[in-house]
């Protein structure tokens, strides 16, 4: 029982080190998400679903309750792929620059606890001018994982609309320390500094 117990313990970890590497991975991207009907054809804030053919509201992207019995596992699952459709949603909005569109999609995904989510939620927030709010979420997404770089690349950016250049600093200095220095998110902090790296 206690090896197995203890077996268990060891999966968790590994899975949640292979999700946050994922996580790191997927921030490392400098292509725009492509227009789809989610922004070229669905209004007030709508979302495409290829399923239905037809734009739908993001909160009606939750799994039906009770439809048939799934286990714990297959639910979460279900509830991830819906979560990860949100997301993608979202960004495409912030893209076009309908961040309030792009909340909707956020605030309807069953994990508000997700790095990516709250990362997310920050990035609209202040772009929607409330800075106050959108630091709050960073900091929320780095306690759930702190070697999410998105996050760190874009607080750093918040700070500089603040005038903190030294608390950007500090940020740069963590992507490179957690291993970020060759990503995207690395690379648009450097560049909102004005190139300057960081010695420390």
Excluded at 69 to 88: G, V
Excluded at 168 to 182: P, T, Y
Aim: proline share 3%; aromatic share 8%.
């Amino acid at each position: 029982m206690l090896r197995h117990t203890i077996l268990l313990s060891f999966c968790a970890a590994v899975s949640l080190t292979a999700l946050s590497a994922a996580r790191a991975a997927d921030s490392d991207t400098t292509t725009p998400p492509a227009a789809t009907e989610t922004t070229t054809t669905c209004t007030d804030g709508k979302i495409w679903s290829d399923e239905k053919k037809e734009c739908i509201a993001p909160e009606d992207l939750k799994p039906a309750e009770g439809t048939d019995e799934k286990t714990p596992e297959e639910q979460k699952k279900s509830e991830r792929r819906i979560d990860d459709k949100l997301y993608e949603a979202a960004r495409e909005f912030a893209y076009a620059g309908q961040y309030e569109n792009a909340l909707r999609a956020l605030r309807a995904a069953h994990d508000q606890e997700d790095p990516r989510i709250l990362n997310y939620l920050g990035y609209n927030t202040r772009k929607l001018g409330n800075m106050q709010l959108g630091m709050s979420y960073y900091k929320r997404a780095l306690q759930k994982d702190e070697n999410y770089i998105l996050a760190r690349s874009y607080m750093g950016q918040a700070l500089i609309e603040q005038g903190d250049i030294e608390g950007a600093r500090v940020q740069l200095v963590e992507i490179r320390d957690r291993g970020g220095e060759n990503t995207w998110a690395y690379r648009a902090l450097l560049q909102s500094l004005g190139g300057e790296r960081a010695s420390y």
